[in-house]
């Protein structure tokens, strides 16, 4: 990010630390370039040279890209003026009609990462309504990519639908690692050889999807009339995608009233 400043809000925390060090690492950005806000001015991050600073507005003037990475529920309380800043809001269910009018900012992008971060294999998809410039989409996609890989969508509605679909990060393949090794339990399996078996599945086979197409598999072990087929024929029949669109679209409705 050649001659730009870049801050993180919340900078020390888990979602804008993970960003933090993928930047370092990465050499996205020289760590003099980089300013981090925390209340008592100490963290481990200092180690690398990017500067800690325990006033948000000084950090916003430091800068010339801003990400705010705090809590949704914590953002009326962040006053900061950041006219003529990018700012890049990697907050659930707050629009960006609120981030301009809080902040004052013009450009304001919302990016939606998960906890994947951690790995740095999120995905990450993000909406901004100005016409950015080539470059300007260049920084946001390779300052993004720092922790996984990410894509712009053609609406913010995209964006709250995506908080509860990629956003819930490992949420939903742990609700179903749970709730297969429950059952086997409850069908007379060992407690830890249903956790080892839901594991396999959720963990180890489903990397199998990184170089197959999902339907095409379906349609694979569907064919043969098995054991495999009569579960999933199971779980079709009794609604299954229909659920899922349910239980989306609740989460969806959740960051569209804001939080």
């Known amino acids: 990010m050649p001659a730009d400043t870049l801050g993180i809000i919340g900078g020390s925390g888990w979602l804008g630390g993970a960003l933090a060090r993928a930047v370092l690492d990465s050499r996205f950005i020289d760590a003099d370039r980089l300013y981090l806000s925390n209340r008592s001015g100490d963290h481990?991050?200092?180690?690398?040279?990017?500067?800690?600073?325990?006033?948000?507005?000084?950090?916003?003037?430091?800068?010339?890209?801003?990400?705010?990475a705090v809590r949704p529920e914590q953002f009326k309380a962040l006053h900061v003026e950041a006219s003529g800043k990018r700012v890049i809001s990697l907050m659930a269910g707050v629009t960006s009609q609120a981030i301009r009018d809080a902040t004052g900012a013009t450009t304001v992008i919302r990016a939606m990462p998960n906890a994947a971060v951690e790995?740095?294999?999120?995905?990450t998809p993000w909406h901004c309504a100005n016409n950015l410039s080539a470059a300007e989409q260049d920084v946001v996609q390779r300052l993004l990519e720092c922790v996984g890989s990410a894509s712009r969508v053609p609406s913010e509605d995209n964006i709250d639908y995506l908080s509860a679909l990629s956003g819930t990060g490992p949420a939903l393949p742990a609700?179903?690692?749970?709730?297969?090794?429950?059952?086997?339990?409850a069908a007379g399996i060992p407690e830890d050889i249903a956790c080892r078996a839901a594991r396999g599945v959720v963990v180890s086979a489903s990397q199998l999807l990184a170089t197959h197409e999902p339907q095409a598999m379906i349609d694979s072990l569907v064919a043969y009339q098995g054991v495999t087929a009569a579960t999933l024929q199971s779980l079709l029949d009794a609604g299954f995608e229909r659920r899922i669109g349910d239980a989306l679209e609740a989460g969806a409705q959740v960051a569209r009233r804001g939080m």
């Open 44 to 68: 481990p991050l200092a180690a690398s040279g990017a500067h800690l600073l325990t006033d948000n507005q000084a950090l916003v003037e430091a800068s010339d890209t801003l990400v705010i």
């Open 119 to 123: 790995i740095r294999q999120s995905f």
């Open 175 to 185: 609700l179903l690692m749970t709730a297969l090794a429950r059952q086997a339990v």
